[in-house]
């Protein structure tokens, strides 16, 4: 069983950064691919970005279109923490942030085994 707890989380106006990290424990968590989702109220849990579990030391990302060249996803094994950096943020990106994690890529979310709670990310514009 593996346990996610997101932080990072605020308020922040439009063209500003924030980063949002993700703290893992109970498993094996260099062999998960971690993603980020996020849910804006009235919408549905939308793909934010995925990246792979450890292959030798090679990772891989994919990013929704809407964060690409934005947002940045990374992890650090040593520390069973994955990020998610912001920068140029919208008031479109408001939504709570949800961390997953699951056995492979991918942009659905009924594919991921385990979840966190969420934190809150509202931009002001």
């Known amino acids: 069983q593996v346990q996610l707890v997101e932080s990072g989380g605020g308020l922040v106006q439009a063209g500003d950064s924030l980063r949002l990290s993700c703290a893992a424990s109970?498993?094996?968590?260099?062999?998960?691919?971690m993603a980020w989702f996020r849910q804006a109220p009235g919408k549905e849990r939308e793909f934010v970005a995925w990246?792979?579990?450890?292959?030798?030391?090679?990772?891989?990302?994919d990013y929704a279109d809407s964060v690409k060249g934005r947002f940045t996803i990374s992890r650090a094994n040593a520390v069973n923490t994955v990020y998610l950096q912001m920068n140029r943020l919208k008031s479109e990106d408001t939504a709570v942030y949800y961390c997953a994690a699951g056995l492979a890529p991918t942009t659905i979310a009924t594919s991921y085994d385990y979840w966190g709670q969420g934190t809150q990310v509202t931009v002001s514009s």
């Open positions: 109970g498993g094996a968590f260099s062999g998960y691919t």
């Open positions: 990246i792979s579990g450890s292959n030798r030391n090679v990772y891989y990302a």
